[in-house]
């Protein structure tokens, strides 16, 4: 195997996993060629600074190896900042120990990424061992300026989910949204298609209290870590009662009145038209967009949203009527 090197990517817990990752890891480094893993125990430990650290060994790597053994925010996200940036990712799945996969196969963007089994830590070491072919997804695409924000809804119609899509509306900034309850899954697919032609990613976290927070949170560090990857303007919304995932820390903005939302999406609105001033589109309309927004006015007819389907069949823009 040519010389290579390769970040690994784990929660810190069940100690059983851990113990088996760092000997395969081990097994790797002293195998044959001129491959070298880092590791970084970090996952779970909230005290802990590590943000920059990590993505700047994801940056310096190869390659990034994660395990979905048991799923972590903060590992989903690395995989999809992996991603971003244009690395490819390799997935693993402990045998050995109980796993996550209901949840998984509920999620959907692993399956569709797809993973390997080991079941033991000379099993892992083969694994990487035989990862020869480094070519990542490919992620690029023509930014879609007539809908160029995508928004990440909650399985949950939840008060601050609605006042986001209102100030999104209010903004007159058309989107693309992949919605639950049209769509039970999210395939890593159709994450990447529309990341990769938007302009801004809206992310909302969800509490833990309402039901499957643990599915859209999941949903939500991935593609988070994509649209960072990619450099996309991004924003992360927090409920600031609840504690922001370690790798989202530094980028998710909180708030605690959902008056507090209207701000940030203000914000984000005035980021995405400001490049879009630079297209050649917008350079064709008279006038700016930003002289025609405003944020205080009833919601234009001219919002509209796209449903994400987990099929390749065509985007279709709706525009709804006005708010009341």
């Known amino acids: 195997m040519a010389e290579h090197a390769g970040f690994v990517a784990y929660p810190g817990s069940p100690p059983e996993l851990t113990a088996t990752i760092r000997e395969g890891v081990e097994r790797s480094n002293a195998g044959p060629g001129s491959l070298t893993l880092q590791i970084w125990e970090h996952n779970d430990v909230a005290s802990r600074p590590l943000t920059l650290p990590v993505l700047s060994g994801i940056e310096q790597a190869d390659f990034l190896v994660a395990d979905i053994t048991r799923l972590n925010v903060n590992v989903t996200y690395e995989v999809g900042y992996a991603i971003g940036i244009q690395k490819r990712a ?4 402990y045998s050995a120990i109980s796993g996550d996969d209901a949840l998984i196969h509920k999620i959907g963007i692993f399956d569709t990424l797809g993973y390997e089994k080991y079941a033991d830590a000379g099993e892992l070491a083969a694994i990487i061992q035989r990862t020869y072919d480094l070519t990542p ?53 159709d994450a990447i298609r529309h990341v990769s032609r938007s302009i801004g990613v ?55 009145e959902l008056h507090e939302i209207h701000r940030h999406i203000e914000r984000f609105a005035g980021d995405i038209y400001e490049i879009l001033q630079k297209t050649d589109v917008v350079a064709s309309v008279p006038g700016s967009l930003l002289q025609k927004i405003s944020f205080g006015d009833p919601v234009a007819k001219t919002n509209s949203r796209a449903s994400l389907t987990t099929t390749s069949r065509p985007m279709s823009i709706i525009v709804p009527s006005e708010e009341k």
């Open 90 to 93: 390799l997935l693993v799945k």
């Open 137 to 189: 997804l490919k992620v690029d695409g023509e930014p879609d300026t007539r809908a160029p924000a995508y928004l990440l809804e909650t399985p949950i119609r939840t008060p601050e989910m609605t006042r986001i899509v209102a100030r999104v509306k209010r903004a007159r900034l058309f989107y693309r949204s992949f919605t639950p309850s049209e769509d039970a899954r999210l395939s890593a697919t």
């Open 202 to 256: 809206l992310v909302p976290l969800l509490s833990p209290e309402f039901q499957d927070a643990d599915v859209h949170n999941i949903r939500a560090a991935f593609v988070a870590g994509l649209a960072h990857g990619m450099g996309k303007v991004t924003l992360v919304l927090q409920d600031g009662r609840h504690p922001v995932p370690l790798d989202l820390r530094d980028a998710a903005e909180t708030y605690s």
